[in-house]
């Protein structure tokens, strides 16, 4: 293991994140995988033999003899991803960012906690300096929680950074149409999507309604005031394996067109994109011009599934424009955004 490595460990790895968080992070520059943790009954079993792996692409061979450990501080590492479920999460991560282990959650708990920042970092990558409050008020030495948000809210506002920045946002009303992955494995019972579209996914339009509003906020006086716009999300789950697809309309402070609008989001770039980080896409924004762009099969995996893509801008009728966004919600959308996360956190040295 290089000296400039840092020791790292997923909590939750069995699962259908912590799996995207082994895959993703096999053959990192900067992160080596040194231990793996999951429930009781996975504990002490080697990870191949521990997890039923429902990824293209084998496990990889420097994580499969690792014993899985339960998620307990005392791993041989010093920074953790967590792909754990929500319903264990939050007292987990606490403790291990107590214990002075840097934390960067997948996990919904500690989203909205004024003093934990909700990262993607070509959007808000500023507020991750509530992590020095955040130590100070929780009495944290080395240790914290950073966040990112739920995987529809992420391709949202990477689209919308860039208009608000440019061109003023008032309201946001955006109805996904959400990929089946999304709901984990073994998901959506197939009797319910075959032939249907289920027009309601469990707590996902709050998410995206509240957590836009904290990531397109700003970062003074160690809290996070929230971005004083509305929000109006519709969620719909439709039978795509993989890639989040939003229709998105917007009422803008100061009007433009399609054409401003698209070099807008074209020419987007953020801290990761400057700082050449490992994970950042080239182009965190990609716009298509073709009427029927983009589609989840086509343009899901563009930029290793990092970039987030955009099409169909057009005039809205009711509000000011609306327009096509696609992501890839398990790449971009969760594990994904964690590692860029903890690559910038790095940049900002707060895995020192």
Known sequence: MSTNEIKVGVLGATGAVGQRFVQLLEDHPWFRITAVAASERSAGKPYAEAVTWRLDTPVPEAVRTLPVALCEPGL???????????????????AFAAADYAVVSNSKNHRMDEDVPLLVPEVNGDHCAIIDYQRKRRGYGRGFIATNPNCSTIGLTMALKPIAEQFGLRQ???????????AGYPGVPSLEILDNVLPYIGEEEDKMERETLKLLGRFRDNRIEHAGIVVSAQCNRVHVQDGHMECVSVALENKTDADGLAKALRNHRGPPQELGLPFAPARPVIVRDEPDRPQPRMDRDAENGMAVTVGRIRPCPVLDMKFVV??????????????LNAEFLRTQGYLD
Not at 326 to 339: D, E, Q, W, Y
């Open 172 to 182: 946001v009303a955006v109805t996904t149409l959400q990929a089946l992955s999304g």
């Open 326 to 339: 696609l992501s890839h919600n398990t790449v971009r959308g969760a594990a994904g955004t964690s590692i």
């Open 76 to 94: 041989d590492c010093d920074l953790v991803f967590s792909g754990l479920d929500s319903a264990v999460a939050g007292p987990i991560e606490a």
